[in-house]
């Protein structure tokens, strides 16, 4: 399935999420969220150097993620108040979606709520029911135990360690890159 087909089956909703593509709109919350968990960030985020915390470094994102024909940014708002909660996406291996990557982030105050487990879910159902996706494989660096927590309960599995292969943009410390996936077929 390529994008635009995908794009048709936005946004998705959750019992507590609106899940879409951000719009110009949303980059002000967007950018007031990434400042208020900078440290956070800066520590598990491999984007999260000065550029992309700053605001020309969040324009750069939605303006690439909109135009890439294998990249769909998304993000999860409050489904009463509409404020901006998390910031995933997926982005294809191939124009088709059979294989995609993700990640995401919680904005503060939001941790240990679920939200994450509920967004993603939304979207890996998306991938697996109607994508037909094959396959999602994500990311994370030593030490993120509630990003490993969140993949084991998503049905990720772990795939392998890449020794010392991430530089933390917080401390400079060189972390191990865990990589864990989901088949769907």
């Given at each position: 399935m390529d994008k635009a087909s995908i794009l048709k089956y936005l946004p998705?909703?959750?019992?507590?999420?609106?899940?879409?593509?951000?719009?110009?709109?949303?980059?002000?919350?967007?950018?007031?969220?990434k400042e208020a968990l900078e440290e956070t960030l800066?520590?598990?985020?491999?984007?999260?150097?000065?550029?992309?915390?700053?605001?020309?470094?969040?324009?750069?994102?939605?303006?690439?993620?909109?135009?890439?024909?294998?990249?769909i940014p998304l993000i999860g708002l409050d489904k009463l108040s509409g404020k901006f909660i998390l910031a995933t996406g997926i982005d294809a291996t191939d124009e088709d979606f059979?294989?995609?990557?993700?990640?995401?982030?919680?904005?503060?105050?939001?941790?240990?709520?679920?939200?994450?487990?509920?967004?993603?879910?939304?979207?890996?159902n998306l991938l697996a029911e109607i994508v037909e996706t094959q396959k999602v494989f994500t990311k994370?660096?030593?030490?993120?135990?509630?990003?490993?927590?969140?993949m084991e309960r998503l049905g990720m599995n772990y795939v392998g360690t890449e020794p010392k292969a991430h530089t933390s943009n917080?401390?400079?410390?060189?972390?191990?890159?865990i990589t864990y996936e989901r088949n769907f077929r």
């Amino acid at each position: 399935m390529d994008k635009a087909s995908i794009l048709k089956y936005l946004p998705l909703e959750t019992e507590r999420l609106i899940i879409r593509t951000p719009m110009p709109d949303d980059a002000e919350q967007i950018q007031n969220a990434k400042e208020a968990l900078e440290e956070t960030l800066r520590r598990w985020m491999d984007w999260s150097d000065d550029f992309g915390m700053s605001r020309e470094g969040l324009d750069d994102w939605l303006t690439n993620a909109t135009a890439s024909e294998v990249s769909i940014p998304l993000i999860g708002l409050d489904k009463l108040s509409g404020k901006f909660i998390l910031a995933t996406g997926i982005d294809a291996t191939d124009e088709d979606f059979s294989t995609v990557s993700t990640g995401w982030w919680l904005a503060k105050g939001y941790e240990g709520k679920g939200l994450a487990y509920e967004g993603l879910n939304a979207v890996f159902n998306l991938l697996a029911e109607i994508v037909e996706t094959q396959k999602v494989f994500t990311k994370f660096y030593a030490g993120n135990t509630r990003s490993q927590n969140l993949m084991e309960r998503l049905g990720m599995n772990y795939v392998g360690t890449e020794p010392k292969a991430h530089t933390s943009n917080l401390t400079g410390e060189k972390l191990d890159v865990i990589t864990y996936e989901r088949n769907f077929r």
